[in-house]
């Protein structure tokens, strides 16, 4: 069974830039989570969308925003990028529901924003 | 607020020795999880465990898990150097699924001949 992508593994942008990543989960798989991981904050949680809804909420602004689409696959959008959204952003999917619900991760993008 | 710690932070040791990492969570839950980072890699899911007392073991790693204590273990049997890695454990938000994880600091693993 295929794990689940992520594209781009990497990109480079400048402030007030924006920019789109995208996640295609593990067939079969209807949650698919975001994170992001930097040395200060650790991991960090997103969002998450299970259906095409968002299910679940972290504390970041609204410039981070996300979707999800009919086959699963997720995108997560930044906005007016700042230095500190300089981060490897990791995607997760998992069953989203069930006793032995875990999640699996992507291999990640990292952005760094200059 | 959901709290995750772990310690210690950094652990150097030898191959051949033994060694346990410790989770502590704020509230209550009735899972954690234990993933594996390998130094600019993704996580890799290590254990699941899913009720008070549940014990899992692959390889010279077992984790357990005691719910009342809000505690998690993970304890390293004979290190290897191949162990080396950060170990995170991670609490979801809500009950009865794995949404939302709370991940603690991690536990960098660094492994010595």
């Known amino acids: 069974k295929a794990g689940v992508t992520q594209t781009p593994r990497y990109l480079i942008k400048t402030r007030g830039q924006q920019v789109t990543l995208s996640c295609s989960p593990i067939?079969?798989?209807?949650?698919v989570s975001w994170y992001q991981q930097t040395p200060g904050q650790g991991l960090q949680f997103l969002f998450e969308?299970?259906?095409?809804?968002?299910?679940n909420k972290g504390n970041f602004p609204g410039r981070f925003s996300g979707r999800q689409f009919s086959n699963s696959r997720s995108e997560m959008n930044v906005s007016t990028l700042e230095l500190g959204d300089s981060a490897l952003y990791l995607c997760?999917?998992?069953?989203?529901?069930?006793?032995?619900?875990?999640?699996?991760f992507g291999p990640g993008t990292r952005l760094t924003v200059l | 607020e959901l709290k995750v710690e772990q310690n210690p932070l950094f652990l150097s040791m030898q191959e051949g020795k033994n060694y346990t990492i410790y989770c502590n969570y704020s509230t209550t839950s009735d899972r954690l999880y234990w993933y594996r980072q390998d130094p600019g890699k993704s996580l890799e899911s290590l254990f699941v465990l899913l009720s008070n007392g549940a014990v899992k073991q692959e390889g010279r790693l077992m984790a357990s898990l005691d719910t009342k204590a809000r505690l998690s273990t993970l304890h390293i049997t004979a290190a290897v150097h191949d162990l080396s890695a950060t170990y995170f454990c991670?609490?979801?938000?809500?009950?009865?699924?794995?949404?939302?994880?709370?991940f603690g600091t991690g536990t960098r693993l660094q492994v010595t001949l």
């Open positions: 067939s079969g798989h209807r949650s």
């Open positions: 969308y299970f259906s095409e809804t968002q299910r």
């Open positions: 991670a609490v979801p938000l809500n009950t009865g699924t794995a949404s939302k994880l709370t």
């Open positions: 997760a999917s998992s069953l989203g529901q069930g006793y032995t619900d875990t999640q699996y």
